[in-house]
């Protein structure tokens, strides 16, 4: 499987779209560069959290995880790559788990480093701040940690079924982003405290949920009325968020490895 892996990084790094995907990635970050008063380089690590990681920087990790999964796990069934591994001796199971090994490293890492860059640097610049309790988001970050895995387990079940990059990646993209739009469309239509756990059924909306802080309390520090945010998430949300997408990812993996393993190459 070592070989199979030297030769899968060595196809991502001579592939133009793998530096689209970076493109995309980037590009979210630097529009999550900008909020209402302007760049964030004056804000601190709490504030923007509350203000930006909840959007630019959600959707820049989905991008960058859908074109970085989709391509690695399924570019080679139109040149007929993947046959010819196989009746070259290398087994189905290498030839699986070397992509789901290529795919992982090239997506989880770097996305996690592109969400936790801009606020670790700003705390080293201009402090933690007082606007949220810092436990509160690492756990929060926690979550989103094991909804990014549910994201890219996802990603690479929908290539896997369809043996292709390009249908992977549309379905990819379909799924997540219409799946947040119906929940929404629910949930504004019937407002009701249990229809907020709906959003687990979408992994997008799931994410969106434990990255965006609602509620908040005015505090008079220092002649200033600060907003003051609650970064503690409901217990049951959280541990059913965790269930969730350990379940997710386990089944989709698994589904994923039994197509590959049993389905005939074309």
């Not at 989709?70 to 069934?77: F, P």
């Not at 992982?104 to 007082?130: E, M, Q």
């Not at 217990?235 to 968020?241: D, E, I, K, N, V």
């Amino acid at each position: 499987m070592k070989n199979l892996i030297k030769t899968l990084n060595y196809q991502t790094r001579r592939d133009n779209i793998t530096y689209y995907a970076y493109i995309a990635a980037l590009a979210g970050l630097l529009l999550g560069c900008y909020t209402e008063d302007g760049i964030i380089l004056n804000l601190t690590g709490s504030e923007y959290f509350i203000q930006t990681a909840g959007g630019c920087g959600c959707i820049s990790i989905i991008f960058y995880f859908s074109i970085i999964i989709t391509r690695i796990c399924g570019w080679d069934y139109s040149d007929k790559t993947i046959n010819f591994q196989i009746l070259g001796g290398h087994s189905r199971n290498n030839v699986f788990w070397s992509r789901i090994w290529v795919s992982f490293i090239r997506s989880v890492p770097v996305g996690i480093v592109l969400y936790i860059f801009p606020p670790v640097f700003l705390t080293l610049k201009n402090g933690w701040g007082i606007n949220a309790d810092i436990y509160g988001i690492i756990f929060r970050c926690f979550l989103a940690f094991l909804i990014i895995l549910r994201i890219y387990s996802e990603c690479v079940l929908f290539t896997f079924l369809t043996k292709s990059c390009y249908t992977g990646l549309a379905i990819s993209g379909m799924s997540l982003f219409l799946s947040n739009q119906i929940v929404s469309f629910i949930t504004m239509m019937k407002e009701h405290a249990e229809l907020s756990k709906l959003g687990i059924i979408s992994s997008m909306s799931n994410l969106f949920e434990v990255m965006n802080f609602h509620d908040y309390d005015f505090q008079y520090i220092n002649g200033v009325d600060e907003r003051i945010y609650n970064s503690e998430i409901d217990s049951g949300y959280a541990a059913l968020t965790i269930t969730v997408s350990v379940l997710i990812c386990i089944v989709s993996i698994f589904f994923s490895w039994c197509n590959f393993k049993k389905t005939d190459m074309k």
